[in-house]
């Protein structure tokens, strides 16, 4: 079983919660809008203490893109976020959404090119 393996085990067993639909503002910062749809998967628990982070795109075929790494200045802190039935526009613009500040980077690591 590879690492991808137990994402979508995650994903296949798990709800998948969308608290903030595209076009929302973030709750704390209201000049971030979120390009796709952002959540989490119900169940799961990552490095803040809540759900893993989900980004989930308008692809038909719903299948992991890959993973974002976050270092965050502000909270002093690390994470991965899965990007999940994303087109190759929409990675763009959630690493752009990610990368426009200067208190957080984001990295993409792409599913088809780790095994």
């Known amino acids: ?27 704390k910062y209201e000049n971030m809008i979120y390009p796709v749809d952002y959540g989490f998967i119900a169940n799961t628990k990552s490095m803040d203490g809540g759900g893993i982070d989900i980004f989930i795109g308008e692809e038909k075929e719903k299948k992991i893109n890959g993973i974002i ?7 002093n802190d690390s994470e991965i976020k899965i990007i999940y039935g994303c087109s190759e526009k929409e990675i763009e613009v959630v690493l ?14 792409n599913h088809d090119n780790n095994s």
């Open 1 to 27: 079983m590879t690492y991808w393996d137990i994402l979508d085990e995650f994903i296949k067993s798990n709800k998948l919660v969308i608290d903030r639909k595209k076009g929302t503002t973030h709750p």
């Open 69 to 75: 790494c976050i270092a965050d200045r502000i909270k």
């Open 96 to 109: 752009y959404f990610l990368n426009n500040s200067d208190y957080m980077k984001a990295i993409f690591i």
